[in-house]
């Protein structure tokens, strides 16, 4: 079945700058990437998703980006906020299947 | 609010008790599934009901029991739990999740603790 790592567990970033965390899957025939965002006391929210037909989608400060060569997908978050700071989750899918979720990141953003 | 609910938010129970979780879902989806959500690990899918009907099963012990009356609700049955049953335990929903693209959308879970 898919696998999913993701790195790194925990992110500590200033207000103002990029964070990004990395998600490697091992099914070649993934095609479908969405990333969650888990706030403490919620359940996550999906925030972005891409397919795999493209390489790179964006939505405002939040872009993720797709390498299928290398099996990879990154998320990027340009001007970070304190309300960004919450867990963060990547997630792959085969066709049909159900999702495989990696074992998420814990973003912190420092006033 | 994601338009999926749950309730309790939060469930203290004894090993020999017998509680049950609800979902609800108003978005008109016809695809929902139990998640367990432990400190460290990955998002674990317990259980995905498709138009009323179990369609997988992750090798969940007995001890948990969904049952989906409709495809706007989804309860979790529980009876005889262990400590390391202790989690947050999530619903979710989405349209048939025999489509490609199925986005889940996930209610705010329930802090179950088993002593």
């Known amino acids: 079945g898919e696998n999913v790592e993701q790195h790194p567990s925990t992110l500590s970033v200033q207000e103002g700058d990029s964070a990004v965390i990395k998600c490697t899957y091992s099914?070649?025939?993934?095609?479908?990437f969405p990333w969650y965002k888990q706030e403490l006391g919620k359940g996550p929210q999906l925030i972005i998703d891409?397919?795999?037909?493209?390489g790179e989608k964006k939505d405002q400060r939040i872009a993720v980006t797709l390498n299928k060569t290398a099996k990879h997908f990154s998320l990027h978050i340009t001007e970070t906020q304190p309300e960004d700071s919450a867990v963060y989750f990547c997630?792959?899918?085969?066709?049909?299947?159900?999702?495989?979720f990696g074992k998420g990141t814990m973003l912190l953003v420092s006033p | 609010e994601t338009g999926v609910t749950q309730t309790p938010r939060h469930l203290v129970m004894g090993m020999t008790n017998k509680k049950s979780l609800k979902c609800e879902q108003h978005?008109?989806?016809?695809?929902m599934y139990w998640y367990k959500q432990s400190a460290k690990k990955p998002l674990e899918l317990m259980f995905v009901?498709?138009?009323?009907?179990?369609?997988e099963n992750n090798s969940v012990p007995s001890r948990f029991s969904p049952e989906c009356p409709n495809s706007s609700h989804l309860f979790l049955h529980l009876h005889t739990l262990q400590p390391e049953d202790s989690a947050l335990y999530l619903c979710?929903?989405?349209?048939?999740?025999?489509?490609?693209?199925?986005?889940?959308?996930f209610g705010p879970g329930t802090r179950l603790t088993v002593l």
């Open positions: 979710a929903s989405s349209l048939p999740s025999d489509r490609s693209t199925d986005t889940q959308y």
């Open positions: 099914d070649s025939a993934s095609n479908y």
């Open positions: 891409i397919r795999s037909n493209v």
């Open positions: 997630a792959a899918k085969r066709g049909y299947s159900t999702l495989t």
């Open positions: 978005l008109g989806h016809n695809a």
């Open positions: 009901y498709n138009f009323k009907e179990q369609t």
